[in-house]
């Protein structure tokens, strides 16, 4: 079954009119996200929606293996290459054949290995270890990290050569604390999965609790929200989540929310689309923790204007009224912004 990937927010649709556009072609793709936030799932769709749909979808942790033995994991071994190679071994550009290889967490590829990957991407061959036969490579690369891999070039870490052939074009998936409203149907979905897999009852969410889901960060993105949903999906089948069924950590949010930071989409009686919390709530509180509020507050805005505009720093600071620097300046200073967006 294909996959679908749920989103109806600006940056989501975005993202997947563009996937509709690069299934099409055979360039190089390298997806960026925090972890969560549905890098491999995208590499499949757009494997799935290509030409070579058919054929295998082969994915590689390259932060998960060995340092020594990557080299014989993406291009197979001969007998008797090294110590323990007892059979020859086909690697995963082998698998891949007529498919796409998904480097995952390319970021951790040392860079011996960069080299020869450098030369996969642009010659089309390899050898395996310990052979000397020319292998031709018939494989599509999609690459992704929740590393800033700009930075990393900066840092003498990543090739430079390799980041712009990987990079011929930028898929970034943005936090879901970015899109907030996707997470009432990314709840949805999640429910409604399990149901149809016939593994329990529906739960439904109470105002309350959905508003305080809406306005929590999600560190985990949509990974942590799936363990979540399941988790009230045992505790509570066939039950309504009420405020107080959630985890300790989201109903800690309240301490530092911004007023119409995070739009919900939650309506309230009126039907009008209700903001996160207003300053008036806020004040009837036993106390404030203004600095931390006004933190938060500068955050949001610095977020939504780099976002607005796409990571220009030039205007995102011309729409917050700062200079460029001003706006660099902070950006070093607040922790938790999307790496992407530095
Ligand atoms: N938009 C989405 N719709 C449905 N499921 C999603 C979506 N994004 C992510 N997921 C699910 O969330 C989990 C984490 O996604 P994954 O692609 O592994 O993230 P990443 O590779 O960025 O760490 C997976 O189970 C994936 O199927
Ligand atoms: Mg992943």
Known sequence: MAATFIGGSDPIRQLLSLV????????????TGESGTGKERIARMIHEKSPRGRHPFVPVNCGAIPEGLIESELFGHEKGAFTGAVNQRSGRFELAEGGTLFLDEIGELPLSLQVKLLRVLQEKIYERVGGSQPRKANVRILAATHR???QMVREDLFREDLFYRLSVIPVDIPPLRLRVTDISLLLEFFVARWV???????????????????????????????????????LKGGETVELSDLPEKILGVDSATVPGGAESPVPDTSGRPKRSLDLADLLDGESIDMPAYFLRLERTMIEKALVRFSGNKTRAAAFLGINRTTLIEKLKRLEGISPDLL
């Open 196 to 234: 149809e897999e016939g593994r329990g009852e529906p739960v439904r969410f109470s105002p309350e609790a959905l508003n305080r889901l809406c306005r929590y960060e999600w560190p985990g993105n949509i990974r942590e929200l799936e363990n979540l949903v399941e988790r009230f999906l045992v």
């Open 148 to 150: 800033n891999l700009e």
């Open 20 to 31: 509709e556009r690069v299934a099409r072609t055979d360039s190089t793709l390298l997806i």
